[in-house]
Nanobody
Framework: QVQLVESGGGLVQPGGSLRLSCAAS????????MGWARQAPGEQRELVAD???????NYRDSVKGRFTISRDNDKNTVYLQMNSLKPEDTAVYYC???????????????WGQGTQVTVSS
């Protein structure tokens, strides 16, 4: 199994910034994609951004130019820098990854427990 532990959520005013971190641990052989998804109350979970092991990134349109995803492959950690936050960014943010374990060559998807981000004045 892979454990994903998120940190960095909280309450911020509109226009403010937050940085989320997520560290993966376990009997990991390799990690391919890492990313962040979010789910607002009453809404479906949506992918916010993801990044491949080679650093190629992808963002949903509503966060382009405001959010930046990055990763440290040596630390199995992914980050999400969120700037110019808006009330509509309020959601629980989940870390996710596609990883291969040392005991199983088939890749699988893993999710973190989530961290709350609230944008409000």
């Amino acid at each position: 199994q892979v454990q994903l532990v998120e940190s960095g959520g909280g309450l911020v005013q509109p226009g403010g910034s937050l940085r989320l971190s997520c560290a993966a641990s376990g009997r990991i052989f390799s990690i391919d994609d890492m990313g962040w998804a979010r789910q607002a109350p009453g809404e479906q979970r949506e992918l916010v951004a993801d990044i491949t092991s080679s650093g190629r990134t992808n963002y949903r349109d509503s966060v382009k130019g405001r959010f930046t995803i990055s990763r440290d492959n040596d630390k199995n950690t992914v980050y999400l820098q969120m700037n110019s936050l808006k009330p509509e960014d309020t959601a629980v943010y989940y870390c996710l990854c596609s990883a291969t374990l040392t005991s199983n060559p088939a890749p699988a998807h893993y999710w973190g427990q989530g961290t709350q981000v609230t944008v409000s004045s």
